[in-house]
């Protein structure tokens, strides 16, 4: 069990900072936890690595939100553990905080680190996870590998503008349409049942001229709501 505790680097959804230390006192406190030997403690290389150099010798409660995460993910890594437990790290935390936090993840990632990410930002476990896993009421409904999870929910928008403003949502023989912004309209297909030439195809017959057309992919948000709120039929079972 201890060597267990020790292979874990935990940064909690919660901020836990001890606000009378300086973020220097606060590493090296968590380093002498963990019985890391003063020769061989990197608070320095830790604080500079996550932008707080210039608040090493300031007081935690000075700190802002941002800057104490920051603070609490270089307090995980003080006994450069091979795994990484991140709650929620970026509720909370600004745009800039958040892209240069996720540079750091992802260069220890790259070095070797494990990272288990907890998230409500579908966009960022998207980015950034080799293998998701989603929950729904406390069961585990999906973990696979990103594309493969990515790959089950088997439909495509074709996004069509017109050539001219339309009075009207055209009718569009076997598919529904749904307006867009700008008079462009989408339509959704189940890529094993049609193909985008039918649906251009659908589209003509319903008396339509095509100016231009795009296509969209499902992305990890409308995998989730298939899986939690939606129709779940619409996902395509696992395959071995």
């Given at each position: 069990p201890r060597d267990a505790r020790a292979a874990l680097g935990v940064v909690p959804q919660e901020i836990v900072a001890d606000v009378f230390f300086t973020p220097r006192e606060a590493?090296?406190?968590?380093?002498?936890?963990?019985?890391?030997?003063?020769?061989?403690?990197?608070?320095?290389?830790l604080l500079a690595a996550l932008g707080l150099s210039d608040k090493a010798n300031a007081y935690v409660r000075a700190l802002s939100g941002g800057m104490k995460r920051r603070l609490m993910v270089a307090k995980a890594l003080v006994h450069n553990?091979?795994?990484?437990?991140l709650d929620e790290p970026t509720a909370g935390v600004d745009v800039e905080l958040r892209r240069q936090l996720w540079e750091y993840v992802r260069k220890i990632n790259a070095e070797g680190v494990t990272?288990?990410?907890?998230?409500?930002?579908?966009?960022?476990?998207?980015?950034?996870?080799?293998?998701?896993?989603?929950?729904?009421?406390?069961?585990?409904?999906?973990?696979?590998?990103?594309?493969q999870l990515l790959r089950r929910l088997d439909t495509r928008n074709v996004v069509v503008t017109p050539e001219g403003e339309l009075t009207a949502l055209p009718t569009v023989k076997g598919f529904d349409v749904v307006p867009r912004p700008n008079g462009a309209f989408a339509i959704s297909y189940k890529k094993g049942q049609s193909s985008v030439e039918q649906v251009l195809a659908a589209v003509r017959a319903a008396g339509v001229t095509i100016a231009d057309i795009s296509t969209?992919?499902?992305?990890?948000?409308?995998?989730?709501?298939?899986l939690t709120y939606g129709d779940a039929s619409q996902v395509s079972p696992t395959k071995d």
């Open positions: 590493l090296e406190v968590q380093a002498g936890f963990y019985g890391v030997p003063a020769n061989e403690r990197r608070s320095d290389e553990p091979p795994i990484l437990i990272i288990l990410l907890t998230t409500h930002y579908l966009e960022e476990a998207q980015e950034l996870c080799d293998t998701i896993a989603i929950m729904n009421r406390g069961e585990v409904v999906a973990c696979e590998p990103t594309p969209e992919d499902p992305d990890l948000e409308d995998v989730f709501l298939a």
